[in-house]
Nanobody, 126 residues
């Protein structure tokens, strides 16, 4: 079965960095656009970053542009989210998601995604 397993979350001070990983199995990774979402307590899940299946296009939420970078490694069936200059408002559970799309399509809406990971917690202290 399809599995998406996130890792790399933790507690970090404001201004610090973390790199999240999402390892995919049970699917043809190269056929899937990948995305990162986050959800803070009492808030709706929101789009953070996405990458096309070919890795040639990315898209970011305005709140993370210039600070976060999404990438993928097809040899490892893994998508990454490098998070720099973290802020307390970045505190949330972070989820990766996958959906079959064309090679240059980036998906930004949660309802379009077919598979989801269980999430990893990121806490940024001030």
């Amino acid at each position: 079965q399809v599995q998406l397993v996130e890792s790399g979350g933790g507690l970090v001070q404001a201004g610090g960095s973390l790199r999240l990983s999402c390892a995919a199995s049970g699917l043809t990774f190269s056929a899937y656009a990948m995305g990162w979402f986050r959800q803070a307590p009492g808030k709706e899940r929101e789009f953070v970053a996405g990458i096309s299946r070919a890795g040639v296009r990315t898209n970011y939420a305005d709140s993370v542009k210039g600070r976060f970078t999404c990438s993928r490694d097809s040899a490892k069936n893994t998508v990454y989210l490098q998070m720099n200059t973290l802020k307390p408002e970045d505190t949330a559970a972070y989820f990766c998601a996958a959906v079959i799309k064309g090679p240059t399509v980036v998906v930004t809406t949660a309802k379009e995604y077919r598979y989801w990971g269980q999430g990893t917690q990121v806490t940024v202290s001030s």
